[in-house]
């Protein structure tokens, strides 16, 4: 009985907290970009590239609240892109072309295949948060 009284306040707990955090930040829109480097691109270099991204684009524009850079033990990498609103994301990826910061990034990765399903970009909406 005791027992059931604890783990009942635990869910009233953490469903209000989840619903605290989604009604504060539904809005934010996070980007996951898996990637592969090309063979001959060292780390040193993809990690000289991601800082020069990050600070001659990417924090320079509108709604960029933060991003992450995540390797596995296989040597695959991925980008987490943290943004105010999808709009701002959409308005970022339009001055992409025009980035030699952007270009240079790119040029170390190995191309998205647009037939494979499992590469890309995908986009998501955050819905909760737990810290």
């Known amino acids: 009985m005791i027992r059931n009284l604890f783990l009942t306040g635990l869910i009233v707990l953490f469903s209000s907290t989840a619903s605290i955090a989604n009604s504060e930040e539904s809005k934010e829109f996070v980007q ?34 933060k991003r992450e850079l995540l390797r596995d033990e296989n040597g695959k990498w991925a980008d987490l892109i943290y943004w105010e609103s999808k709009e701002d994301s959409e308005n970022a990826a339009l001055k992409v072309p025009q980035s030699d910061v952007c270009g240079h990034y790119f ?19 955050k819905i909760s948060n737990w810290e």
Request: charged share 25%; no cysteine.
């Open 32 to 65: 996951f970009v898996p990637f592969h480097t090309l063979e001959d691109v060292r780390e040193g270099a993809l990690l000289e590239a991601s800082e020069k991204l990050q600070e001659g684009f990417l924090s320079l524009q509108e709604g960029f609240i």
């Open 107 to 125: 040029s170390l990765i190995e191309p998205f295949d647009p037939e494979d399903p499992s590469q890309g970009v995908f986009t998501f909406t």
